[in-house]
Every structure is written in structure tokens, then in C-alpha cells.
């Protein structure tokens, strides 16, 4: 079983917050597949300077690790269970820093 791994701390004087956006241009069809239907779609993930929070629960590393499953088939030793047990530093919608 291959261990979780994890990242360093933060070594600054702020905490980290984060935000997933997933954004769909209605107006733009879809290059890259067949479907008429398909609009342009982008996952968007920021990271920015928050208020430190040692209490407060730390974002996952891969939001709904299990869709990235196809994609890491050659991988075995590393699968979306691994990934879903990552967490980051990151506080999810934390507040920006006021500084």
C-alpha cells in the first residue's frame, strides 16, 4: 500500500484559504467532443493569504478524487483513495487576510 503523503507547513504569519470554482461558457460549444450539446466548462482553483485558523478542517488536496479513476489506471500504486485521504493546509471559503 503506498503511504499518503503529505505536504510541508507553511512556514509565513498567514493562514491559506481556498476556492474550487467550476465555470460553463453557455455561449461556447465544445471542441472536443461529439455532442452538439456541450459548453465549454473550466475548473478553477484559488489559493490566497487568510486569517490563521489552527482549529478550523484543511481542504482535500483533489476534490472527488474518485473522477480522476481513468486517468490514473497506469498507476496502480497510487489510486483515487489515496488522493481522497490528502488534505492540505488550505481552509476552504476561509476569509482574505486583511493585510
Known sequence: MCPVFRFPHPTG????GT???HWVDAD?????????DDRRELMVQLWYPAPPDPAAP????VRDADALAPALTPLPEL???H???????AIEAAAVADD
Open 19 to 21: 476556492l474550487t470554482y
Open 28 to 36: 461556447r460549444p465544445e471542441a472536443f467532443t461529439a455532442d452538439p
Open 13 to 16: 504569519r498567514h493562514g491559506i
Open 83 to 89: 488522493l481522497n485521504d490528502v488534505t492540505t493546509d
Open 79 to 81: 489510486t483515487p483513495q
Open 58 to 61: 484543511r481542504a482535500p488536496y
